[in-house]
């Protein structure tokens, strides 16, 4: 409710709800993975939040994916991005019904070393990819446009986590947990 005082299951269980995004037509998605390092297995799915009354629908957009983690929306470019914390960031192409396709993951950029990892990314208005790396630890920048990754290590912050983009008096802001 408004309040907070109370919460209502809407969908589940999943093996781990790792991210949600929500977009302006109201589609949700979540990332969920069993986060098993030796056998992992995750996907990203629609939830259908459904009336009062009745209970929500999922259904699968991409299964057997690894380690599904990270999921924002760009409103600019109205489209969903995903992590999976072992391999890449994805940005996620909608099924076509006109085609008879299925969703499909497009790598967003990949990873370059062992010691990489992807937590969470969001898209800023230059179309530049901003993503948690929890292991090295850093926060990540990467411009498909010059095909150039910068990394930022914050004196005194530890790992990165979380981050997402707000505009606030015209101006985007970079928040990270």
Request: contains cysteine.
């Amino acid at each position: 409710d408004e309040s907070f005082a109370r919460a209502e299951r809407v969908a589940g269980p999943f093996p781990a709800l790792n991210g949600i995004a929500i977009d302006e037509d109201g589609a949700c998605l979540v990332a969920s993975s069993n986060f098993s390092f030796l056998r992992p297995r995750g996907g990203i799915f629609l939830v259908r939040i459904a009336p009062e009354a009745a209970p929500a629908r999922v259904e699968p957009l991409l299964d057997g994916l690894g380690l599904a983690n990270g999921l924002s929306y760009d409103r600019r470019a109205n489209r969903f991005s995903f992590t999976d914390t072992l391999q890449a960031a994805y940005r996620l192409d909608p099924p076509s019904n006109t085609r008879g396709t299925a969703a499909r993951a497009v790598p967003i950029y990949r990873k370059t070393a062992i010691k990489e990892a992807f937590d969470d990314l969001c898209v800023d208005a230059g179309g530049r990819v901003w993503m948690a790396d929890p292991v090295r630890p850093c926060l990540k920048v990467y411009d498909p446009a010059s095909d150039s990754l910068t990394r930022l290590r914050i004196e005194g912050f530890g790992q990165a986590s979380s981050c997402r983009i707000r505009e606030e008096g015209g101006q985007e802001i970079l928040y990270v947990s």
